[in-house]
């Protein structure tokens, strides 16, 4: 099992073209995808690579598999502060942001995606107002999303 994206090299000790195929079918000239570059594993799930050689007689070799998991962890939902609460002024909203994700927030209660407003730095509370902060983190290398963290802030003024 791989937590990341992988690249498959595959070769041949006899030369000829490689077919290969992803889905644990027979690989052939007539059934397979022709082996031009590395093969990528971009997607979640289980991947059973079949190969063969076939020679310029159109001589086939021995089938060779391997089985790959990849399964692309995900983090905790993210750390936003402050707590949910009233306060008597506008506070800075700040979300921790780990390394190879980025954060996306709305303030309107709708469970924000990628294509939300994307976090930069501290966001300010508005003022007089009851806001409700959402906040989700996403793997920039898979698109993946964690789940949202809410706060709920109230500013009066005094």
Do not use: C, H, W
Not at 33 to 62: C, M
Not at 67 to 81: E, L
Not at 90 to 95: A, G, L
């Amino acid at each position: 099992t791989f937590e990341e994206v992988q690249e498959i090299t595959l070769t041949s000790e006899t030369g000829g073209d490689i077919y290969y195929t992803l889905d644990g079918s027979e690989p052939s000239a007539e059934n397979g995808t022709k082996y031009t570059e590395p093969v990528l594993l971009q997607d979640e799930g289980e991947f059973e690579i079949r190969a063969v050689a076939v020679n310029s007689k159109g001589i086939p070799s021995v089938v060779s598999s391997g089985t790959y998991t990849i399964q692309f962890p995900i983090v905790d939902a993210p750390a936003v502060t402050p707590s949910t609460g009233q306060y008597s002024q506008p506070q800075q909203i700040t979300i921790t942001v780990p390394d190879g994700y980025t954060a996306y927030y709305t303030m309107d209660g709708t469970t924000p995606t990628s294509s939300s407003t994307q976090y930069t730095g501290p966001v300010t509370m508005p003022e007089n107002a009851q806001t409700i902060f959402m906040a989700i983190l996403v793997n920039n290398n898979n698109g993946k999303a964690t789940e949202a963290t809410t706060r709920n802030y109230i500013t009066t003024s005094e």
